[in-house]
């Protein structure tokens, strides 16, 4: 069935029009099918699993506060120490299990070449994780 506009064409030609009737048919059809076959579909053997109570363990590693003073003083922990004593105690802490963190503070008139060497020393000792700890800048009003 076409619609025509208010020409009316004396040749019966072929008519272009989609009919969509049938094919909303057939998806309805299949959507059916779909709906009544998908529960079908689902196999599920049913067993009794064992139930266990378990948390894993988090081992939450150390903390050591390295503190370095403007005049070159390190303190590990807030207890000074010197040098063989800090490079000691970070071969130490290097062989626990989880390896400390070591926060490094440091004196902002501080030489660089002294935090370099704390670092240089951590590294040689084999620990990996370093943090610099720092006052954020407060803003002038």
Known sequence: MAF???LNDAGDGDNAEINMIPL??????LLV?????????????????PVASSQPNEDKPETVNLSIKADGSVFWNAEPVDATAWQAK????????????IHIRADGDLAYRNVAQIMSDAA???????????EPKTAAH
């Open 33 to 49: 099918i779909f709906i009544i076959t998908a529960p079908l579909m689902t196999h599920a053997v049913k067993i009794n699993l």
């Open 124 to 134: 040689r000792a084999g620990l990996s994780k370093l943090g610099f700890v720092t």
């Open 4 to 6: 025509g506009g208010m």
């Open 24 to 29: 909303i048919d057939v998806m309805l059809v």
């Open 90 to 101: 970070m071969d130490l802490a290097a062989q626990q299990t989880p390896q400390p963190e």
